[in-house]
T-cell receptor, first 112, second 114 residues
């Protein structure tokens, strides 16, 4: 059974600093997803990582996947207040139907 | 394109009542999903569908039913509502093509059962 764990669950950081959110998963996952959720809002897709060694970047966010270590990371560079949100990673149980298993989320607060 | 739409946005139910949460997508996606999100938690899959007429259970299907008579619509039915079903419900759809794994989420329905 696929389990997904994120850490930290809460992260408070200053603007301009760098930090990394970690996502570990327990068994083989076909793909690894990162989503952003603002308070009271829906989920916004950030990245879909398809294979070992995959790296994707968008603005100040960069995601990577190491399938051998069963680890994905979301790196934040020079954080700005607008990045404050909850970030979820999700693994895929696959089988052709892409059933996602989510972590509990990391609530990121970027302070001026 | 409206994307994925859900109605209602909010609902309060009494214990034992029933209701249907509506979900419609206009992107001609084959795959559709229902998730619930409890406070401070990630989403959990309730049911999913890989096409019209085909549905299957996810992680937490008890207390819910679904149907998929058209590509566009995927309603979620709650029978005999219980306080444990208080949650935010998200519908999602995906094209699930060769390189299309992304799931597009609707705005959510916030349900309270008292």
């Amino acid at each position: 059974e696929l389990k997904v764990e994120q850490n930290p669950l809460f992260l408070s950081m200053q603007e301009g600093k760098n930090y990394t959110i970690y996502c570990n998963y327990s068994t083989t996952s076909d793909r690894l997803y990162w989503y952003r959720q603002d308070p009271g809002k829906s989920l916004e897709s950030l990245f879909v990582l398809l294979s070992n060694g995959a790296v994707k970047q968008e603005g100040r966010l960069m995601a990577s996947l190491d399938t051998k270590a069963r680890l994905s990371t979301l790196h934040i560079t020079a954080a700005v207040h607008d990045l404050s949100a909850t970030y979820f990673c999700a693994g895929s149980r696959g089988g052709g139907s892409e059933k996602l298993v989510f972590g509990k989320g990391t609530k990121l607060t970027v302070n001026p | 394109n409206a994307g994925v739409t859900q109605t209602p946005k909010f609902r309060i139910l009494k214990i034992g009542q029933s209701m249907t949460l509506q979900c419609t997508q206009d992107m001609n996606h084959n795959y559709m999903y229902w998730y619930r999100q409890d406070p401070g938690m990630g989403l959990k899959l309730i049911y999913y569908s890989v096409g019209a007429g085909i549905t299957d259970k996810g992680e937490v299907p008890n207390g819910y039913n679904v149907s998929r008579s058209t590509t566009e619509d995927f309603p979620l039915r709650l029978e005999l509502a219980a306080p444990s079903q208080t949650s935010v419900y998200f519908c999602a759809s995906s094209p699930r093509g060769e390189d299309s794994y992304e799931q597009y989420f609707g705005p959510g329905t916030r349900l309270t059962v008292t």
